[in-house]
């Protein structure tokens, strides 16, 4: 996007500071090392870093104006402007440039799981047809979305923008500012139950998706998932469904596994996924649903759901000497620990399970994860491998029915454990909350296979 120097000023109410010549801003950077073309730097003050100690290195790194909340004299002259809190600046620019350009359709995306997964089949559909744009990585909090919002190209048609919550509010917030015309709740599992106590909260909080959409929005849901199947008539916009089980607008029929994927048929359509995640039909489903209602044909959606590739550490399949490993570390739920045990039972071979804590659960984490243990014994699994605080419950709820032999080790004891019970055609999935950094035994199994 770009704004006139001059602008920014009349939309933040403060006066340009050194100000000799107007200027466009091309671009927005919050970090002093990746400054884009005739961008302006913003400092954001965070606890353990200030981002204002580095004002003078993003002006030698190209930057051409910045904001601050402090009283500062860089080194070279350079336009400011001083404003009472650089992130509210940042938040305020960000909904003003939304409503600045109401040609751009928005697709805004939350839910306990699948978020990322769901944002890039979106993007590759739409991709084949408009100038698309998506916000990185896990950009999506009060930080990264309204910063994903400046940074979107000029000549973008549609956004699709990931949104991420923790409690009441936050989601009714990033909705105001990126106002989507369609938005997705993806599912209601247990993320964050440990601040909203209960599923139903999770919902309503997801549900402040539509705070920030026209009247004449479009809401699409996850019509298998329990919650929202049962309280869908509680939300304020007009909802389109998605499903495998139950009767939905865009539902996959006539499902076949296959040794790369998955075939199913959407309205007399037959689509290809290349995914050993049976959960990323749902994931895909989003993707036809929009890109329907986008008017996109039906073959263009196939192409661009082929064309989407895998993401790092979520379900990402690696191959080596024999081994299958399946690197899901990025993050876990009951739900995503569920599906990744479910889609691992497809695969051939001995199956072992390196499971880690799933995080943010609070006073239902005993619960959730004797849950995951109770699941796992009705499933075809070989061995399993807990280590960390809560995940002693999985061990428990294995070790009590005495089907399937497991272990409850510290992570340093995981890989001799490991080692001791591989065999050729092992396929061994790793999965934990983010925080358990269990993505760092991958690294270390995969160098020492």
Known sequence: ???????????????????????????????????????????????????????????????????????????????????????????????????????????????????????????????????????????????????????????????????????????????????????????????????LKTRYNIFLAKSEIQDGMPDDGILIINNDNDILHLHKRELKRRVITIGIENDSDFRAMDIQKVDNGFFFVVDNYKYFIESFNFHDIYNSLFAIAVGRILGIEKEAIEKGILKKGGLKRRFEVIKKDGVTVVDDTYNASTHSMISAIDSICNFKGKKILVLGDMLELGSFSEQEHRKVGSYIVSKPVDVVICTGKDAFYIFDEIRKSGKIKSYFVSKEECLDILHKELEKESVVLFKASRGVKLDELVDNFLRGL
């Open 1 to 195: 996007m770009s704004f006139f120097l001059s602008e920014i000023g009349r939309l933040l109410s403060v006066p340009v500071e050194n100000f000799k010549e107007d200027m466009l801003i091309e671009s927005f950077s919050i970090n002093s090392k990746d400054i884009g073309k005739n961008a302006m730097f913003i400092p954001l003050k965070g606890s353990k870093i200030d981002a204002h100690d580095f004002i003078d290195e993003a002006i030698d790194n190209g930057a051409i104006c910045f904001l601050t909340q402090k009283d500062i004299k860089p080194k070279k002259s350079c336009p400011y402007l001083k404003v009472a809190d650089t992130l509210k600046a940042m938040q305020d620019l960000a909904k003003a440039y939304r409503e600045k350009k109401k040609d751009i359709t928005v697709v805004g995306i939350t839910g306990s799981v699948g978020k990322t997964t769901t944002k890039e089949y979106i993007y590759s559909v739409l991709s084949t047809t408009y100038e698309t744009y998506k916000n990185q990585g896990n950009y999506n909090n009060h930080i990264g979305l309204p910063y994903s919002i400046l940074n979107i190209p000029d000549k973008t048609k549609i956004a699709v923008l990931e949104m991420g919550m923790s409690n009441f509010g936050e989601i009714s917030f990033l909705s105001k500012i990126a106002k989507p015309n369609i938005g997705i709740i993806t599912n209601i599992g247990v993320a964050h139950i440990e601040n």
